[in-house]
Structures are given as structure tokens and as C-alpha cells.
């Protein structure tokens, strides 16, 4: 099994892009999920399939992949974006299939 | 609307056996389009996915928890459950249930979650 590398953190300022990296030996024979977590909450799917967007998130989440890795981008961040932020992939080179979260990046809106 | 709902008890002690049930409501667990999984998240920390169930019982387990974790599905009563043996501490956490659909063969993640429940782990 690989490992799925986010960064632990970033910050932008309201407005700015904020764009969020998920790395990974198998990304590039997988899909990649974004899931949005606020503190206390359940997550919530942002991001399937690389780059679909599920119906009732904003157009402004938008998702892009490229070899082993893939990117969350927010596009005119608000205040209501600040949360911990998850990427998911599947392994199934090994006899077992899994399923692989990223460690998380937690996004503040300064 | 889709509600999933997560019960068990709170604290479980070690080496006991854990078991946690998924309430569905809303849509039916016997669909063929979908996957039902257990991720869970000790506090402060990552997701961890356990294991996924589809409606006719076939399981798909973490590898690294494939000798502990028993996953299974009630369709009379609408409901899923997780079983987990030889519990530790390090298995405390926030237990979620959540559901996946499948569109053309295709994973499209999951869309929907239960609230979660806490599990301690300790004597």
C-alpha cells in the first residue's frame, strides 16, 4: 500500500485561491475524493472522481489531477471555507483492495 | 432525504469485542448502487476507512484490519454493523458510517454520513 501526503496546513487570505495538494505513488491509476470536514461536523464530499463537483457544492471548489498528484483548488475563498480538508484514493495492487485518506490539511482563512 | 445514524456504547474495555449498528432511513439498504462503510477518526487526528459492505453482503476490509473487523447487513431491519475485536485504546475514536454510490462502475465516494459516535476504549 502507498502513502497519501497533504500538506498539514494552509492559510489565504478571503478572496485569495487557495489550492490544496494530495500525493501519492497510486494517484495516477486512481480516483481522487475531497472531503471538507468543519470542526465538530461530519465530512462532506466536495470532490469525486478527480474533478466532479456533487450537486450543492459551490462552483468555486473545483478539483485537477496530474500524475501522482492531484490539487483542490478554492477558488475566492470565504470564511465559511476554514476546515480540515481530506483526500481519498483506493489501492488495488494488493490482494485486498483499500482505501486511503490522506492525512488531512487544515485550510485557514486569515 | 438520505439519514444514517450511528449506535453503540460509549466505552467498550480492552480486548472486548466492539459493536457498533447503522441505522438507515430515507432510501433502502438493499440498492444496488451503493457501498456502506465505516471510517473512523480518533480525536484530533485523520480518517481511517474500515471496511465497506454492499446489499448483498459482500465485504471489502482494510487490510490492516481485516483480522479484527466484521461488517454486516440486516435488510429487514435497514441497518448495517460493525464488529471489532481485540479492541485497544488506540481504537478509540469517532466511529462514522457513510454511504457510496456506484454510477457505471464508477465510485463516485462518499456522499453521505451518519453524525458519528465517540468509542473510549478504556478500563
Known amino acids: 500500500s502507498y502513502e497519501v501526503t497533504q500538506p498539514p496546513s494552509v492559510s489565504v487570505s478571503p478572496g485569495q485561491t487557495a489550492r490544496i495538494t494530495c500525493s501519492g505513488a497510486?494517484?495516477?491509476?486512481?480516483?481522487v475524493y475531497w472531503y471538507q470536514q468543519k470542526s465538530g461536523q461530519a465530512p462532506v464530499l466536495v470532490i469525486y472522481?478527480?474533478?466532479e463537483r456533487p450537486t450543492g457544492i459551490p462552483e468555486r471548489f473545483s478539483g485537477s489531477s496530474s500524475g501522482t498528484t492531484s490539487t483542490l483548488t478554492i477558488s475566492g475563498v470565504q470564511a465559511e471555507d476554514e476546515a480540515d480538508y481530506y483526500c481519498q484514493s483506493a489501492d488495488i495492487s494488493g490482494f485486498y483492495p483499500d482505501k486511503l485518506f490522506g492525512g488531512g490539511t487544515k485550510l485557514t482563512v486569515l | 432525504q438520505l439519514q444514517l445514524q450511528e449506535s453503540g456504547p460509549g466505552l467498550v474495555k480492552p480486548s472486548e469485542t466492539l459493536t457498533l449498528t447503522c441505522a438507515v432511513s430515507g432510501d433502502s439498504i438493499s440498492g444496488s448502487n451503493y457501498y456502506w462503510g465505516w471510517i473512523r477518526q480518533p480525536p484530533g487526528k485523520g480518517l481511517e476507512w474500515l471496511g465497506s459492505?454492499?446489499?448483498?453482503?459482500?465485504?471489502y476490509y482494510s487490510p490492516s484490519l481485516k483480522s479484527r473487523v466484521t461488517m454486516s447487513v440486516d435488510t429487514s431491519k435497514n441497518q448495517m454493523s460493525l464488529k471489532m475485536s481485540s479492541v485497544t485504546a488506540a481504537d478509540t475514536a469517532v466511529y462514522y458510517c457513510?454511504?457510496?454510490?456506484?454510477?457505471?462502475?464508477?465510485?463516485?465516494?462518499?456522499?453521505?454520513w451518519g453524525q458519528g459516535t465517540l468509542v473510549i476504549v478504556s478500563s
Open positions: 497510486g494517484l495516477s491509476r486512481q480516483y
Open positions: 459492505i454492499d446489499y448483498s453482503g459482500t465485504t
Open positions: 457513510a454511504r457510496e454510490r456506484i454510477e457505471s462502475g464508477d465510485i463516485e465516494g462518499f456522499g453521505d
Open positions: 472522481k478527480d474533478a
